[in-house]
C-alpha cells in the first residue's frame, strides 16, 4: 500500500499564524524597552548614554541567547538580532557616540556596528590616533580600532598608542573580512592602479600577483578612502569590502579575493572606564620589566602557577628609554576576580611597572 503524502499547508493560514507571531514579537519588544526605561529610571538622573551602558550585562544576555539557540536560526543570526534590540531600548536615553577609522564604509564601522548595533551613532575620524583623541576628550563615549588580523598579525601602530594613552580595553569584536575589488566600470582588462589599506593589499597579495601583476597598488588610510578615489576613474580600482562599494557606487570586479579562507580581524572597544567581569573574560596587561637575568620569566611564572591562560605576548620599545621594552600580554580572566587578581600581586613585585589595559567580555560570535 502506497504511503500517503503529507498534505500541504494552507498558505493563508501559515501566513495568519506568521502575522500573529510578528504581532507577539513587536509587543514583547515594546514591552522590553518600558522596562528598560525603568532600569534608567532605577539608576536614577545620570549624564549621558554611557551611563547606562554596561558592556558586561550585554555579553551576559548575548551568551544566553547562544545557550538557548536550537535553531534553525544560527547563533550569529540571532545574537545580531538580540544586540539591535539592546542598542535600540539603550538609545531611548540618548545614543552612544562611537568613534571609528572613516570614513563611512570601513570595516571598523562595520565592527561597530556589530558590537553596539546600528542604534549607535558612529563617528568616522580620519585616523586610529585621532579614535584615541576623541574619546580620550570626551567627543566619543568609545572608539573601536583594529588591532591584529588572522593572517597579517598585529598592528603594531594601534599597540604603540597605549604606551601613552590613558584609555581603557572595554570590549572585542572577530570581525570575518571578506575583501572585494571594485571599480566604476565593473571590468578589470581596465584596471591600471588600485587603491586599499596596506593590510588588505597585503591579504590579497597572492591573487594580485596572479590577476594584476602589473597594476600599480597604492597604499590608502582606509578601504573605503581607495573606494572613494577609485569612483572618480575609470582605470582606477579599490579593493574593500561590499558596504565601501555600495557607499561609493562601485561595481565588484572579483571577489571574495582574500588569500586566506578564514581571514578576520579584531578590534577592540576603549573607553575612559573600567567595567566589571562578565564570567568570561580577558584581560589585556601593559608590563615593563626590570633590566636583569630572568626578569620576563619573573613575570610569567605566577601566570603558570596560577594556571592562568596567556593568550599572547608581543613586545614593543619602551616610551623614554633606549633599548627598553613592553610587553603586551593578555591572558584568560577578570583583574577583579582569583585566580588573576593573586598572580597580578605576585608580580607587582617583580615588575617595574604593570599596567592594566582593561578587562573585558570575551567576544560573542
Same mark, same amino acid.
Not at 81 to 89: T, V
Given at each position: 500500500?502506497?504511503?500517503?503524502?503529507?498534505?500541504?499547508?494552507?498558505?493563508?493560514?501559515?501566513?495568519?499564524?506568521?502575522?500573529?507571531?510578528?504581532? =507577539?514579537?513587536?509587543?514583547?519588544?515594546? =514591552?522590553?524597552?518600558?522596562?528598560?526605561?525603568?532600569?534608567?529610571?532605577?539608576?536614577?538622573?545620570?549624564?549621558?548614554?554611557?551611563?547606562?551602558?554596561?558592556?558586561?550585562?550585554?555579553?551576559?544576555?548575548?551568551?544566553?541567547?547562544?545557550?538557548?539557540?536550537?535553531?534553525?536560526?544560527?547563533?550569529?543570526?540571532?545574537?545580531?538580532?538580540?544586540?539591535?534590540?539592546?542598542?535600540?531600548?539603550?538609545?531611548?536615553?540618548?545614543?552612544?557616540?562611537?568613534?571609528?577609522?572613516?570614513?563611512?564604509?570601513?570595516?571598523?564601522?562595520?565592527?561597530?556596528?556589530?558590537?553596539?548595533?546600528?542604534?549607535?551613532?558612529?563617528?568616522?575620524?580620519?585616523?586610529?590616533?585621532?579614535?584615541?583623541?576623541?574619546?580620550?576628550?570626551?567627543?566619543?563615549?568609545?572608539?573601536?580600532?583594529?588591532?591584529?588580523?588572522?593572517?597579517?598579525?598585529?598592528?603594531?601602530?594601534?599597540?604603540?598608542?597605549?604606551?601613552? @594613552?590613558?584609555?581603557?580595553?572595554?570590549?572585542?569584536?572577530?570581525?570575518?573580512?571578506?575583501?572585494?575589488?571594485?571599480?566604476?566600470?565593473?571590468?578589470?582588462?581596465?584596471?591600471?592602479?588600485?587603491?586599499?589599506? *596596506?593590510?588588505?593589499?597585503?591579504?590579497?597579495?597572492?591573487?594580485?600577483?596572479?590577476?594584476?601583476?602589473?597594476?600599480?597598488?597604492?597604499?590608502?588610510?582606509?578601504?573605503?578612502?581607495?573606494?572613494?578615489?577609485?569612483?572618480?576613474?575609470?582605470?582606477?580600482?579599490?579593493?574593500?569590502?561590499?558596504?565601501?562599494?555600495?557607499?561609493?557606487?562601485?561595481?565588484?570586479?572579483?571577489?571574495?579575493?582574500?588569500?586566506? *579562507?578564514?581571514?578576520?580581524?579584531?578590534?577592540?572597544?576603549?573607553?575612559?572606564?573600567?567595567?566589571?567581569?562578565?564570567?568570561?573574560?580577558?584581560?589585556?596587561?601593559?608590563?615593563?620589566?626590570?633590566?636583569?637575568?630572568?626578569?620576563?620569566?619573573?613575570?610569567?611564572?605566577?601566570?603558570?602557577?596560577?594556571?592562568? @591562560?596567556?593568550?599572547?605576548?608581543?613586545?614593543?620599545?619602551?616610551? *623614554?628609554?633606549?633599548?627598553?621594552?613592553?610587553?603586551?600580554?593578555?591572558?584568560?580572566?577578570?583583574?577583579?576576580? @582569583?585566580?588573576?587578581?593573586?598572580?597580578?600581586?605576585?608580580?607587582?613585585?617583580?615588575?617595574?611597572?604593570?599596567?592594566?589595559?582593561?578587562?573585558?567580555?570575551?567576544?560573542?560570535?
Amino acid at each position: 500500500m502506497a504511503e500517503r503524502k503529507p498534505a500541504k499547508p494552507d498558505l493563508a493560514a501559515v501566513r495568519a499564524q506568521i502575522d500573529g507571531i510578528d504581532r =507577539e514579537i513587536q509587543a514583547l519588544i515594546a =514591552e522590553r524597552a518600558l522596562f528598560a526605561r525603568q532600569v534608567g529610571r532605577a539608576k536614577g538622573k545620570l549624564a549621558a548614554a554611557i551611563d547606562y551602558y554596561r558592556p558586561e550585562r550585554e555579553a551576559q544576555v548575548l551568551r544566553r541567547v547562544v545557550d538557548r539557540n536550537d535553531g534553525p536560526l544560527s547563533d550569529e543570526v540571532l545574537v545580531r538580532l538580540f544586540r539591535e534590540i539592546m542598542s535600540a531600548c539603550l538609545a531611548q536615553q540618548e545614543p552612544l557616540k562611537v568613534g571609528y577609522l572613516g570614513p563611512e564604509g570601513t570595516f571598523s564601522q562595520q565592527a561597530v556596528h556589530k558590537h553596539f548595533g546600528h542604534s549607535a551613532h558612529g563617528l568616522p575620524l580620519a585616523s586610529v590616533e585621532e579614535v584615541f583623541d576623541e574619546v580620550a576628550s570626551g567627543a566619543a563615549d568609545f572608539g573601536v580600532v583594529p588591532v591584529e588580523n588572522s593572517s597579517q598579525g598585529t598592528i603594531q601602530s594601534t599597540l604603540d598608542l597605549f604606551l601613552t @594613552s590613558p584609555l581603557m580595553i572595554c570590549g572585542e569584536v572577530e570581525l570575518r573580512v571578506h575583501q572585494y575589488l571594485m571599480s566604476r566600470t565593473g571590468r578589470i582588462e581596465d584596471i591600471e592602479r588600485i587603491y586599499s589599506h *596596506g593590510l588588505s593589499l597585503a591579504q590579497c597579495k597572492n591573487w594580485l600577483r596572479q590577476h594584476l601583476p602589473l597594476a600599480e597598488k597604492l597604499p590608502v588610510a582606509s578601504n573605503a578612502e581607495g573606494a572613494r578615489r577609485a569612483r572618480n576613474a575609470d582605470d582606477a580600482a579599490a579593493i574593500a569590502g561590499e558596504s565601501a562599494g555600495r557607499v561609493y557606487g562601485l561595481k565588484v570586479v572579483a571577489g571574495p579575493i582574500e588569500d586566506r *579562507g578564514d581571514n578576520t580581524t579584531r578590534f577592540l572597544v576603549i573607553g575612559r572606564a573600567a567595567f566589571p567581569p562578565s564570567g568570561h573574560d580577558r584581560t589585556s596587561l601593559l608590563v615593563s620589566i626590570h633590566d636583569q637575568p630572568g626578569a620576563l620569566y619573573r613575570v610569567l611564572e605566577p601566570l603558570a602557577r596560577h594556571g592562568i @591562560s596567556m593568550d599572547r605576548i608581543e613586545s614593543r620599545p619602551a616610551h *623614554g628609554a633606549l633599548w627598553q621594552y613592553a610587553f603586551f600580554i593578555e591572558v584568560a580572566g577578570h583583574v577583579d576576580e @582569583s585566580p588573576l587578581k593573586d598572580a597580578l600581586a605576585e608580580i607587582d613585585a617583580f615588575a617595574g611597572d604593570v599596567r592594566v589595559l582593561g578587562s573585558y567580555p570575551v567576544a560573542v560570535p
